[in-house]
């Protein structure tokens, strides 16, 4: 099935770095969503964005909507030991019931 | 505490047995989704529901059924078609399954892990 492209897939970073990650599509999405994976555990929900060009803070996380509806970022600000697991961008596919999911960031921290 | 439960947390399956998870939300949730997760990979949609009593199959529903009998309840049957079932199962909802997708999220439950014996 169709799939968001996230970059990088996966990153090492010391405490107390930024982190910047992205997600791209070949399609236009209304949506863009923002989930964190602990090991062993469901996606929790980090960031919701419904509108182009829209900035939205979460804590240290901060999340942008692209202006051409085709792709997303995520920043974290001075990364914690606690920031470690694989993020996931997502979108419900216009036209459908289906929420398409990126493939992934993983982060790794070190202390 | 609204939410997502997912039971068992573990699930283990002999050959050629068909197991049941389970998949219960208070969130007053219209519409509820299976995902498959295999070690490293992104979700894979088994099969959605946009309401009670109706459900359609996701991207990779071979060996697996479900039922919404209730607007809570979403089970998911892995049953011995499914070759491969060793995997992280998670249990998904949004408010609701329409076309109009604006405003929508997608909550997750803490997933099954189903190991083969």
């Known amino acids: 099935g169709q799939q968001l492209n996230q970059s990088p897939q996966s990153m090492f970073i010391q405490e107390g770095e930024d982190v910047s990650m992205n997600c791209t599509s070949s399609s236009i999405f209304n949506t863009w969503l923002w989930y964190k994976q602990d090991p062993g555990e469901g996606p929790v929900l980090l960031i919701a964005l419904y509108k182009a060009g829209e900035l939205t803070s979460n804590g240290r996380l901060t999340a942008q909507f692209g202006i051409t509806r085709k792709d997303s970022f995520l920043n974290i600000s001075a990364s914690i030991p606690s920031d470690v697991g694989i993020y996931f961008c997502?979108?419900?596919?216009?036209?459908?019931?289906?929420?398409?999911f990126g493939t992934g960031t993983r982060l790794k921290v070190l202390a | 505490d609204g939410g997502i439960t997912q039971s068992p947390k573990y699930l283990f399956r002999k050959e050629g047995q068909n197991v049941t998870l389970s998949c219960e939300q208070n969130?007053?949730?219209?519409?509820m989704y299976w995902y498959r997760q295999d070690p490293g990979q992104g979700l894979r949609l088994i099969y959605y529901?946009?309401?009670?009593?109706?459900?359609q199959k996701g991207d990779i529903a071979e060996g697996y059924s479900v039922s919404r009998e209730k607007k809570e309840s979403f089970p998911l049957t892995v049953t011995s078609a499914q070759k491969n079932p060793t995997a992280f199962y998670l249990c998904?909802?949004?408010?609701?399954?329409?076309?109009?997708?604006?405003?929508?999220?997608?909550?997750f439950g803490p997933g099954t892990r189903l190991l083969v014996l």
């Open positions: 997502a979108g419900p596919t216009s036209g459908t019931y289906k929420y398409i």
């Open positions: 969130l007053n949730h219209d519409a």
């Open positions: 998904a909802s949004s408010r609701r399954g329409g076309r109009e997708s604006r405003q929508e999220t997608q909550y």
């Open positions: 529901s946009q309401i009670v009593n109706d459900f």
